[in-house]
């Protein structure tokens, strides 16, 4: 059963065909990697889904819903989460108000008895908070808990990150790029709370990577793409040998 | 340094963390309700002008500090509440009515005007908020049978429950009275920022994509805020009106707008605290100019012929707050805080700022 379904999908600015007619099929449960040289277009994929870009042409499919037209607010009241390629966290808050708006699409107040901080207010956020230290308990955050964003390091915002999407209690989460700038170990411990998302979480994870050891570790199913076009599709081990994609990595030998 | 141990969720989300802070919240709005009695006429309106400057401050605040919106047309919402309030209450309203009308009328026009203002961000926001001003002010000098016009409009003096709250024959309850709406804003505010509301202003104000993405509808969030901002500017403006008594759209220029702006900017940015430092600054240095001004005078040095010298102070203040203390007043009281309380091993580096890499684009 496909939980994410992507049919012909393209988006063009202007002359630049930055996605071309990709189609690919996300199976629920499963790590699905997307991989690619610089400027293939990846992240651009993770802007359309989650309905920052309006694709030219193509649907996107969600547990059986066309989301090709939702606003973008509406796809995380779905069940979609994402991080970003360059960390876009709130940075004058703490660590624990981050993971807090991560559960933004599950408030049941409105602003008028937030003003007045009713009861109700109070026993919601004693059940926003009970998720988040869920979540600081899986990504080993405690420490952080109350830090500034702007005096953290490189490595926990990234973890921060996936915390933040994590909140939100999502069926699908987008990775983008999960391991870029972390260390080997940092990278290793991702590639950990990948396989548990996975496997103790039941999430379904798309992830877009340039690490092609985590990839290998972590995919059920890998997609190759180049200038915007698909490449191969396929196991890790498949993709990474296929002519196309060495060619695209390394360029082809002038004949 | 003090330590709280925390035992429960409650203690991060009550509004202070220990009994001590609220003893000293309790301590100082006994001082603030007992300043009838402590202080004389003169400084008992200074303090009610001071109050009402706070609680403007506080409405711009929630659009400046709390979700990153500049508005240059705040004297606007002014001028909407004072002339809301005063009409209705020359048409026979009591008050206890017209003042949350007041509000509401600035709060809904605020908000109706941000569905297109809001789709602007930075520069085209300010430009814009500004043109409303302008068509404000013109609005107020049209409507002549509702506002007085040129000639202007007298708020009649206030009357709860056959007790007189006339800012000239009773003060002192008219002082009590701003301190009990400035109180009650102040509490709503605080609470407004730990709930999540509070927390999608934030969200909004620091990384909109984000925002986006976790779910947060960024126009009307932005709506939001503009709306409650303007309905607290608008409270204050019905209390300004009352506090000068007779008074014609002249009183609602765009240096009130401006002066606003210097009430958050030097009053300290993203917090409440803010806009009560920068209200005592804004209204303290007039009177400190013109006090220096007698004592000039008195040494034979005539420093009231010098045209334009509040404005030149105040123009000094904002550029040394701007590039000494981006953190504002509060944000300096918080950094002397830390150094007694980590004495002696508070350090200046400790606050500098640091450079963020990978600092990319936003996404817009």
């Keep these: ?255 | 340094m003090r330590v709280t141990f925390k035992t429960s969720y409650d203690r991060d989300i009550d509004l202070h963390e220990s009994w001590r802070q609220r003893g000293w919240i309790a301590l100082l709005l006994a001082i603030m309700a007992a300043l009838p009695f402590l202080v004389g006429e003169y400084y008992l309106a200074e303090a009610t002008n001071t109050l009402i400057w706070a609680l403007a401050g506080m409405g711009l605040m929630v659009l400046v500090g709390h979700t990153g919106q500049v508005s240059l047309g705040h004297a606007a919402f002014l001028a909407i509440g004072a002339y809301t309030d005063a009409a209705l209450m020359n048409a026979g309203v009591p008050f206890l009515v017209s003042f949350p009308l007041a509000g509401l009328a600035a709060g809904l026009f605020g908000a109706l005007v941000a569905i297109p203002a809001v789709r602007m961000s930075g520069i085209y926001l300010a430009i814009a908020t500004l043109a409303l001003f302008v068509i404000v002010e013109e609005l107020v000098i049209i409507l002549e049978p509702v506002t007085g016009g040129i000639g202007g409009i007298q708020a009649p003096s206030i009357m709860i429950f056959g007790m007189e709250f006339d800012r000239y024959l009773a003060l002192d309850r008219f002082y009590w009275l701003c301190l009990a709406v400035v109180a009650l804003v102040t509490w709503g505010y605080a609470n407004l920022l730990r709930s999540p509301t509070g927390r999608s202003f934030l969200a909004v104000r620091d990384s909109e994509i984000s925002a986006r993405a976790l779910g947060v509808n960024v126009t009307r969030t932005r709506a939001l805020a503009f709306g409650l901002s303007s309905g607290v500017t608008g409270l204050a403006g019905a209390l300004m009106g009352h506090y000068i008594g007779f008074f014609n759209y002249e009183l609602f220029s765009i240096f009130i707008s401006i002066n606003l702006l210097l009430v958050v900017t030097i009053g300290g940015l993203g917090f409440i605290q803010g806009a009560f430092f920068g209200a005592i600054l804004i209204t303290a240095v007039p009177q400190i100019i013109s006090i220096l001004r007698d004592t000039g005078s008195n040494w034979g040095v005539d420093l009231g012929t010098i045209p334009g010298l509040d404005t030149a102070i105040f123009a000094v203040i904002l550029i040394g707050f701007i590039i000494y203390e981006p953190a504002g007043l509060y944000g300096r009281w918080l950094k002397i805080r830390a150094w007694f309380e980590l004495f002696p091993l508070a350090r200046r580096d400790m606050f500098r700022r640091q450079k963020t890499y990978l600092k990319t684009e936003r996404m817009r």
């Design chain 1, 1 to 255: 059963m496909s939980l994410l379904e992507v049919e012909d999908l393209a988006v063009h600015f202007g002359g630049v065909k930055a996605v071309d007619g990709v189609s690919f099929s996300v199976r629920e449960g499963s790590v699905f990697s997307i991989i690619g040289p610089n400027g293939a277009g990846k992240s651009t994929i993770f802007n359309l889904i989650s309905r920052i870009y309006r694709p030219t042409r193509g649907s996107i499919r969600f547990d059986g819903r066309d989301i090709t037209r939702l606003a973008a607010h509406e796809v995380a009241r779905l069940g979609i989460a994402r991080t970003f390629q360059n960390i876009e966290l709130f940075d004058h808050s703490t660590v624990l108000d981050n993971l807090l708006m991560g559960r933004h699409v599950h408030r049941r107040s409105n602003f008028i008895q937030d003003i007045f901080f009713t009861p109700k207010v109070r026993r919601e956020e004693h059940i926003h908070r009970t998720r988040v230290e869920e979540v600081i308990t899986f990504l080993e955050l405690e420490a952080y808990r109350d830090k500034m964003i702007a005096g953290l390091p490189y490595g926990v915002r990234k973890v921060v990150e996936i915390g933040r999407a994590l909140a939100l209690g999502p069926r699908l989460i987008l990775l983008d790029e999960p391991a870029s700038g972390l260390s080997v170990e940092e990278s290793r411990e991702v590639a950990f709370w990948i396989e548990d998302m996975r496997r103790d979480m039941g999430l379904t994870v798309l992830m877009v990577e340039h690490d092609m050891s985590l990839v290998a570790q972590v995919s059920d199913h890998v997609l190759a793409v180049a200038e915007g076009r698909m490449l191969a599709q396929g196991s890790a081990a498949g993709v990474q040998a296929d002519p196309d994609v060495r060619a695209a990595y390394l360029g082809t030998e002038a004949a």
